[in-house]
């Protein structure tokens, strides 16, 4: 299948609602850290500490972002990004977490951080690692235009066994394709 013929049978993209990403603060991270303890994130998601999250703030990179959503543009999830320095122009979604689900501001927030990946950063290749068990986020990648790529099996540790983890990307051409189909945010 021709990148032309893959962007043309995507189907076009539904209108989120209003989403912007700006750089998370340290006065964030007490949102950030609930977002992840949250029972409804913590299946899907390898938490981290936040000396973690305070790290990927200040180290060049990363990007660390809050999502901001809604009439109010109130904060509504974070995202990150790892590799944005990568001599590879391989550039990781490393984690995006939602506090409400089903509002459309996950697949604003992905629409926008993807843009940033390949027209800010300069990526060739945009990827990420999903939990077998997150249906729901394997779908919106689905529906954005990322191609699976493997599966990395029993990767993550629980503690009742092993969780796959599911590869799955989007190349420049991929995203340049999109773009020229009208699939993706204008710049």
């Not at 913590?42 to 180290?59: D, K, S, V, Y």
Request: aromatic share 8%; proline share 6%; with cysteine.
């Amino acid at each position: 299948m021709s990148l032309a013929d893959l962007a043309a049978s995507v189907t076009p993209p539904q209108s989120p609602p209003r989403v912007r990403l700006r750089p998370t603060m340290q006065s964030d991270l007490e949102f950030v850290l609930s977002l992840e303890q949250d029972p409804a994130n913590l299946p899907f998601i390898t938490p981290w500490e936040r000396m973690q999250h305070e790290a990927a703030i200040r180290f060049p990179d990363f990007r660390h972002f809050i999502i901001e959503g809604g009439p109010g543009l109130d904060a509504v999830g974070f995202v990150i990004l790892i590799g944005c320095r990568s001599q590879h122009l391989s550039i990781e979604l490393k984690r995006m977490v939602v506090q409400t689900k089903g509002q459309g501001f996950g697949r604003g927030a992905l629409r926008v951080v993807r843009r940033i990946a390949f027209e800010d950063l300069g990526a060739h290749r945009f990827w990420l690692d999903v939990k077998s068990r997150n249906t729901r986020a394997q779908t919106l990648y689905r529906s954005e235009g990322f191609v699976l790529e493997g599966t990395l099996r029993e990767a993550v540790k629980l503690p009742d066994g092993f969780e796959s983890l599911i590869v799955m990307s989007m190349l420049r051409a991929e995203f340049d394709a999109r773009r020229a189909q009208g699939l993706e945010l204008p710049a």
